[in-house]
């Protein structure tokens, strides 16, 4: 039989075909799987939930696309910097910064790794002065703690051509001794450290005192809790090693002692400085000594010290 007309919905409310074949592969009729579809929509609950979930659809459409928008926004600024930040190191001088900073971190996990191991307390890293025990009225012109590299310091040595054995090793800052510990592995007369930190200044010792005494060509060995103005310049023949140490008022000062010295009793003084003052700076200081020349190097040593040492090192000596 077929259904009656009045059990038939409209046209507008019949359900897909998609939907009808669903239902009649339940088993349902035709006429019964129409009568049941239209008694479902006119349920509130089902229009309320079919509201619901076109009302969450939009909401989440709106979500999706301010989130779009956000993101959008934001990976722009992100972009914006990034752009900044290229141009920033893109700078022939800003270049060089970066490539010495990576020199440090390359020296520092490799090459310092070795003597390193030989501390008892270790001379690696970074110290303010604001967390150390400083009694000097100089405080004020003291530089933080950082050591010298082990590249450093070995160029700089091999740029001396008189025989170590009769020269004394100053470090002005010695720090924890890293320094002097490298200088002992040389013959050298006698080394001595001058430091005006305490806490540097222990440690230094103790480092000195746990070193392998095999290694050392130089067992005379000390480290002075001194102020650098203070530091009685010895009567031997020197290399005097400044390491970043102070600023130009104690710097000038030391140089006007060693200059003293000199005068009273020539001989052959050598002054290394390691990240030294700015070049005029320091310059016009050596000038005003009138007894030091600096040291210049070949071509292939100043490339190589270029390229592979974070540390811009200058070398002066006395004229005899």
């Known amino acids: 039989m077929r259904p009656s007309q009045d059990l038939v919905p409209p046209p507008s409310k019949q359900p897909s075909n998609g939907l009808m074949d669903r239902l009649r592969s339940l088993g349902l009729k035709r006429g019964a799987a129409a009568l049941l579809f239209t008694r479902l929509f006119k349920k509130k609950s089902t229009r309320k939930l079919m509201k619901m979930g076109r009302s969450g659809f939009q909401k989440g459409r709106s979500g ?14 992100r972009a914006k910097q990034t752009a900044r930040s290229i141009k920033h190191h893109s700078k022939p001088k800003n270049l060089n910064k ?19 191991k030989l501390f008892f307390i270790p001379a690696k890293g970074f110290i303010s002065l604001d967390e150390l025990t400083i009694d000097s009225p100089n405080r004020q012109f003291g530089h933080n703690y950082h050591p010298i590299h082990r590249l450093s310091f070995n160029w700089a040595m091999a740029q001396i051509p008189d025989q170590l054995d009769k020269f004394t090793f100053v470090d002005y800052g010695a720090g924890r001794g890293r320094a002097l510990l490298l200088a002992s592995l040389l013959p050298f007369r006698k080394i001595i450290g001058v430091e005006f930190a305490n806490e540097l200044h222990d440690d230094a010792n103790m480092n000195i005192a746990q070193f392998p005494r095999s290694l050392m060509k130089c067992r005379d060995v000390d480290c002075l809790l001194m102020d650098a103005v203070d530091f009685p310049i010895p009567e031997t023949r020197g290399v005097f090693l400044f390491n970043d140490s ?68 200058q070398i002066f000596r006395t004229l005899i």
């Open 98 to 116: 970066d490539y010495r900073k990576l020199l440090h971190l390359t020296q520092e996990i490799g090459y310092d790794r070795g003597i390193e």
């Open 246 to 313: 102070f600023d130009r008022e104690v710097l000038e000062t030391v140089l006007a002692r060693i200059g003293s010295s000199y005068r009273a009793n020539p001989r052959r003084i050598y002054l290394v400085f390691v990240r030294p003052l700015h070049a005029k700076v320091l310059d016009s200081l050596i000038e005003r000594t009138v007894i030091f020349e600096p040291i210049y190097h070949s071509k292939s040593e100043k490339m190589r010290m270029q390229i592979l040492s974070p540390d811009q090192v």
């Open 64 to 77: 999706l696309s301010k989130a779009t928008e956000i993101t959008g926004q934001e990976l722009s600024s």
